[in-house]
């Protein structure tokens, strides 16, 4: 990775005894999409805020751009935010809305206007220059903050639950059009959500973050079908855990005890312990296991529940395991039949404790 | 027996406001009375008093003592209670309920203390009788109104609007003239307008605090002190007169405003 944008090291935060930020470090490079996931409390709301200037932490450091940014007010910070409620100024047209930091800066009328268009423009929004923030649709305001806050040209711009307003539909049309315009613009993005369908479409970093810590990080896909914590492995969609032991390491082999039998998976880093296997349901196939796949032996199908564009069933493996599939939604899996079950290696997660 | 209680309930309603408004109906009524006394028959209409008043230089001039003095002292207690609630606002904690506190409490204290305390504290530092001290006087009991009304506006709405101004690089003086001030616009023109109707017509503060320069109210006061005058009556159905275009305004500030935003 090239010089990163923002790094971040030993961060915490308390509020009096109550410490919602244990010792983050964190570095994202130039044109990275991270998101930050988790529940609420988590501390993702937190961390955005510091890196906006708008808390300062207990301790630790944050560097934008190279600078020391740790203590400097969000107003000289190469940074903007897109509030979760936009915060657009409502007495103001948009267009001046969008100047308004330009303003600020010093720019001269008809150049901040000329500067407003055009970023209204990339948005997508140049005909409402002369409406008022109220005239405008959810979608339309969303899109007239980040006008707002691109503006600037930030080297970093943040988004605190961009979209949580907007309904189903709009979110995800409005998630397509936030990417476009991230890849576009080449900023380095940090977007707060608990979404995780939101989190995985847009992030090249997906950040689970729980009580304060960052959980798991990585490539969303990986997160996602190979999380590295329980907690990563639950809080996003439906997963079956299996209780497992690592009972040997040679190399980057791992030799794993579970009830199903023991499994030999390429995990560099794996270490000796008590640990779980994942398999996320669309990936758990039906079938005597082919050379080269996990087996995950035999059972009978407890459940069985036709969900539109696919099947959910839940076997009930010979040794005791209860394990969610998704399959085809045509895919006759009666109660009670026999089956056999297998997952490709990479789909199969090793999580440690 | 519905009939019946719908009757009572309109009985009672018209003795209330009867009550309420009667007096003032008989004030504005006389004043357009042609004779010289206020009392029935009436003999108008006539705009005789009303000439009477705007011709005595006494009236006209105690009239704009009246208004400068509503103007000055309003503006700088919204000013002063803008400021206070732009502050409180940021106050966490015990400081800032007691900061609080103490800027509603005077609204809990008679005009006729204040009013005495002043006249002693002026005497005291040596400020003479004079409109400047009855400006200060209305400002002591307009300021906890305003900060009260300003402080109940001060939302985590304005507070996220700072927070995008200052983001975006707005000074402090900056996030309060072009964001702060134009969203709380209905709100501070509603403290403005309710400051200056107390004001316009206040009279014991005003009555302590003068000698000779005096406002409206005490030449009022003055005038009533000789007996009935159909006079008096006009002056103050003027005084009302101003008193209802001014709160008429203040709520055409504060809910035809709300009511386009929310469109």
Redo the contacts between chains.
């Keep these: 990775m090239s010089t990163p944008v923002v790094s971040i090291s030993g961060l915490s935060h308390s509020y009096g005894a109550l410490t919602v930020l244990h010792e983050l470090s964190l570095d994202i490079g130039p044109g990275e999409y991270v998101v930050l996931l988790g529940p609420s409390g988590s501390g993702k709301t937190t961390l955005l805020s510091i890196l906006g200037g708008f808390l300062q932490p207990t301790r630790g450091q944050v560097l934008i751009g190279g600078r020391d940014c740790t203590r400097m007010p969000p107003a000289r910070r190469p940074t903007t935010t897109v509030f979760q409620d936009y915060a657009l100024f409502p007495h103001m047209s948009v267009g001046a809305n969008v100047a308004f930091g330009p303003r600020m800066n010093g720019v001269n009328r008809a150049e901040r206007a000329r500067q407003a268009r055009e970023t209204l423009a990339l948005v997508g929004l140049e005909q409402a220059f002369d409406k008022k923030p109220h005239q405008l649709s959810g979608g339309q305001r969303q899109r007239v903050a980040l006008a707002r806050a691109l503006v600037m040209k930030p080297k970093l711009l943040l988004l605190d639950e961009p979209l949580g307003a907007l309904d189903l539909g709009l979110r995800r049309q409005m998630q397509d059009e936030l990417k476009g315009i991230q890849k576009r613009v080449g900023t380095a993005f940090v977007h707060v959500t608990h979404d995780q369908e939101e989190a995985m479409a847009l992030a090249d970093l997906l950040l689970v973050m729980q009580d304060g810590r960052i959980v798991d990080q990585g490539d969303p896909e990986r997160v996602y079908t190979r999380p590295s914590t329980r907690f990563s492995a639950t809080f996003m969609g439906e997963n079956t855990l299996i209780e497992a032991e690592v009972t040997g390491v040679e190399g980057s082999l791992a030799m794993i005890k579970t009830p199903l039998g023991t499994l030999r998976l390429d995990r560099p880093g794996a270490r000796l312990g008590k640990a779980a296997i994942t398999v996320r349901p669309e990936n758990m196939r039906l079938g005597a296991a082919p050379a080269g796949t996990v087996s995950f032996g035999a059972g009978t199908i407890a459940e069985s529940v036709f969900q539109g564009s696919y099947r959910k069933a839940v076997v009930q493996s010979d040794s005791g395991q209860h394990i969610v599939l998704k399959l085809a939604a045509d895919e006759p899996a009666g109660i009670g039949s026999r089956v056999e079950l297998h997952a490709e290696p990479r789909h199969v997660g090793l999580l440690p404790g | 027996m519905k009939r019946l209680i719908d009757l009572l309930a309109g009985l009672y309603a018209l003795l209330a406001y009867g009550f309420i408004y009667l007096p003032i109906v008989v004030l504005v009524l006389f004043s357009f009375q042609a004779s010289r006394f206020p009392l029935p028959p009436f003999t108008g209409p006539s705009l005789r008093w009303y000439g009477e008043v705007l011709g005595d230089a006494k009236f006209t001039h105690a009239m704009l003592n009246s208004a400068v003095l509503g103007v000055v002292s309003s503006a700088v207690a919204v000013l002063l209670g803008f400021l206070a609630a732009y502050g409180c606002a940021r106050m966490r904690g015990g400081m800032g309920n007691t900061v609080r506190a103490l800027l509603i409490a005077p609204l809990s204290v008679s005009y006729l203390i204040i009013g005495m305390g002043l006249v002693v504290l002026f005497n005291a530092v040596g400020v003479p009788k004079s409109l400047f001290a009855v400006g200060v006087g209305h400002v002591v009991i307009n300021l906890p109104l305003c900060f009260a009304i300003l402080y109940s506006q001060m939302n985590d709405?304005i507070i996220?609007?700072e927070?995008?101004?200052?983001?975006?690089?707005?000074?402090e003086w900056?996030v309060l003239a072009?964001?702060v001030a134009?969203?709380l616009?209905p709100a501070l023109v509603a403290s403005f307008v309710l400051s200056l109707t107390l004001s316009w017509d206040e009279f014991l503060i005003a009555f302590l605090l003068t000698r000779f320069e005096t406002t409206l109210p005490v030449e009022i006061w003055t005038l009533l002190r000789s007996g009935l005058n159909p006079k008096a009556n006009a002056i103050g159905a003027i005084v009302f007169g101003v008193s209802v275009v001014m709160v008429v305004l203040a709520e055409l500030a504060i809910f035809g405003r709300g009511k386009k935003?929310k469109?």
Excluded: F, I
């Design positions: 709405n996220r609007l927070q995008a101004a200052r983001d975006l690089g707005a000074k900056q072009l964001v134009p969203v616009w935003q469109s």
